[in-house]
């Protein structure tokens, strides 16, 4: 016989299972229990990474673009403190920065993706509406509203128009992380995954978007609740969808 004992184990493809929608609710209670098992740290890193990416986003030009580009690798790092509590280990701080060290490569690819195709959603909604006759509106109070309506219409197209973006993006860094895909894969079966769970994926961003409001209510401290819980129902989520199968 050629062939070697024991086989090597059937490579990871992505593959994901479709799940109920009522399990977005057990993923954001484990995400809870997954902050319960140590929230020093998740608090700890959950202030570093908003200190970071405020620091980046403020520099002109390419501050936003740079955020972008870096979220993937953050949210690697989530994952990996995710991974640890999960199984039982120790977590720290240093785990953020697993995707500075690891598959760094990769995690930028996935976010350059994003930063493209968020700020080119941007771009063109903001063509889409500007179309307009400005010797019409200027100075006019119909004008005024008429811009103000523009600037809304424009908002809701980049929101709409980024939803298969952000579901390209979001399981992306676990599946690269602990994985090894390639970005172009791992961002294939994260859309997947996503349109597959569509309503589980539809109730769980609504929760996102409601906790989210609340949050920015308490000056951002919020956040420092947020980022943590989230993080812990995506990994659970992305547990559920792909190492379920």
């Known amino acids: 016989m050629s062939e070697s004992f024991p086989l090597p184990p059937e490579a990871f493809t992505g593959k994901s299972r479709e799940v109920e929608a009522g399990a977005c609710f057990d993923w954001l209670q484990q995400g809870w229990l997954l902050f319960l098992a140590n929230p020093g740290v998740w608090i700890g890193c959950a202030a570093l990474l908003l200190v970071i990416l405020m620091a980046i986003s403020i520099v002109p030009r390419f501050g936003q673009v740079a955020a972008h580009l870096l979220t993937p690798l953050f949210g690697a790092g ?3 403190i995710c991974r640890q509590l999960a199984s039982g280990g120790e977590a720290e701080i240093a785990d953020l920065f697993v ?3 690891r598959s760094a490569g990769p995690l930028v690819m996935v976010g350059v993706f994003f930063a493209a195709g968020v700020f080119g ?3 063109l909604a903001f063509l889409l ?3 307009q006759d400005e010797a019409t509106v200027t100075g006019s109070v119909a004008g005024f509203g008429f811009a103000v309506g523009s600037v809304m219409l424009a908002g809701l197209l980049v929101m709409l128009l980024s939803i298969p973006v952000i579901m390209a ?13 390639k970005p172009a894969a791992a961002m294939r079966a994260s ?3 996503g349109a597959k769970n569509g309503l589980a994926m539809v109730i769980f961003g609504i929760f996102l978007v409601v906790a989210l409001f609340f949050a920015l209510l308490t000056i951002g401290l919020g956040l420092l609740l947020l980022l943590p819980i989230f993080s812990g129902a995506v990994y659970a989520a992305y547990r559920d969808l792909f190492e379920g199968v």
């Open 78 to 80: 989530m994952f990996r």
């Open 99 to 101: 995707g500075f060290r």
């Open 121 to 123: 959603l941007a771009l």
């Open 129 to 131: 509406v500007s179309g």
């Open 169 to 181: 993006v979001w399981f992306a860094p676990a599946l690269v992380l602990f994985h090894d895909m």
């Open 191 to 193: 859309f997947m995954a």
